[in-house]
């Protein structure tokens, strides 16, 4: 069964350092996002990508964010600069199609800024 | 902004019995899906159910959505150990069909 794959399942970081998280979403999706989940606690929208570009972003996702999709296979969520409150689990998601589909998620790659 | 809600935040209930989760949201919809996490893992998809449907069946899981009082519930009947684990509700607004929405989830805890 297809499925989302993110790498890496943890990292640890210094403050102040570039982070990227990568993800491959299944292949025949068209949609693509970053959620981000602190401890124990809501899951937060980060940023949606459609047709190569940024579709709808959160008020989270300021200039310290960015993401890619490089090569048609890969989605890669950036972190220039990390803050300690940066600290959560991220996930990919994907979906094939508009406003009737469901998501599909990774399981998530955890991050940890000391 | 648009966001679900669910209640309660907690639930713990015995085998065998039914979990009834809610969820209110604020906006129009365009649906309203559910999903399952298990502690530490993914979201996984459960159901979703339209604007113009009012009630959903998937196995052991019914779904209603009331558009007029913007709130829907999540009904596990016979509940298993294996359920445990957090359901949230999740909004797709009825202008934006690219931004998913979560609430903050329940927690629910069966006991065997």
């Known amino acids: 069964e297809p499925e989302v794959t993110q790498t890496p399942s943890h990292q640890v970081t210094q403050m102040g350092q570039e982070v990227i998280l990568r993800c491959v979403p299944i292949s025949n999706h068209l949609y693509f996002y970053w959620y981000r989940q602190i401890l124990g606690q809501k899951v937060e929208f980060l940023v949606s990508f459609y047709n190569n570009e940024i579709s709808e972003k959160s008020e989270i996702f300021d200039d310290q964010f960015s993401v890619e999709r490089p090569d048609g296979s890969n989605f890669t969520l950036k972190i220039r600069s990390t803050k300690l409150e940066d600290s959560a689990m991220y996930f990919c998601a994907s979906k094939a199609s508009g406003s009737s589909g469901e998501l599909f998620f990774g399981e998530g790659s955890r991050l940890t800024v000391l | 902004s648009q966001q679900g809600e669910e209640d309660p935040q907690a639930l713990s209930i015995q085998e065998g019995e039914n979990a009834t989760m809610n969820c209110s949201y604020k906006?129009?919809?365009?649906?309203l899906q559910w999903y399952r996490q298990n502690s530490g893992r993914g979201l996984v998809h459960l159901i979703l159910i339209r604007s113009n449907e009012r009630e959903k069946h998937s196995g052991r899981l019914r779904v209603t959505l009331d558009t007029s009082k913007k709130s829907s519930s999540l009904l596990i009947t016979a509940s298993r150990a294996a359920d445990t684990a957090s359901y949230f509700c999740?909004?797709?607004?009825?202008?934006?069909?690219?931004?998913?929405?979560f609430g903050k989830g329940t927690r629910l805890h069966i006991l065997p």
């Open positions: 906006t129009s919809i365009n649906n």
């Open positions: 999740a909004t797709v607004s009825d202008n934006r069909d690219d931004k998913i929405i």
